[in-house]
């Protein structure tokens, strides 16, 4: 077991910029691909980013690409999201996940943590 706590989220102005932690504690994060994902108002939840367990691989959805950044330090158990060049759109609850495929679906994520808001606003 793997239990995930996010960290960081807040309220921004557009073109601000955020950074999230995810602090896993119980099994080693370093076993893990990690994920993080988000969820608007009414929307569905969808992929943001994922990192390999090395962290030497990444991918990224084509909204966020240039102005995210995902990384992860495995000697201290977590992980991170840079968040530049905020938009409102960008406002949901983001989410960590872990799991031992690097995909873009949520089922391939095992382990999730609780959500923390972003707000993007002036």
């Known amino acids: 077991q793997v239990q995930l706590v996010e960290s960081g989220g807040g309220l921004v102005q557009p073109g601000g910029s955020l950074r999230l932690s995810c602090a896993a504690s119980?099994?080693?994060?370093?076993?893990?691909?990690m994920g993080w994902f988000r969820q608007a108002p009414g929307k569905e939840r969808e992929f943001v980013a994922a990192?390999?367990?090395?962290?030497?691989?990444?991918q990224y959805a084509d909204s966020v690409k240039g102005r995210f950044t995902i990384s992860r330090n495995n000697v201290e158990n977590t992980g991170y999201l840079q968040m530049n060049s905020l938009q409102p759109e960008d406002t949901a609850v983001y989410y960590c996940?872990?799991?031992?495929?690097?995909?873009?679906?949520?089922?391939?994520?095992?382990?999730w943590g609780q959500g923390t808001q972003v707000s993007v606003s002036s």
């Open positions: 990192i390999s367990r090395s962290g030497t691989v990444t």
């Open positions: 996940a872990a799991g031992d495929f690097m995909l873009r679906t949520q089922r391939s994520y095992n382990y």
């Open positions: 119980g099994r080693t994060l370093s076993n893990y691909v």
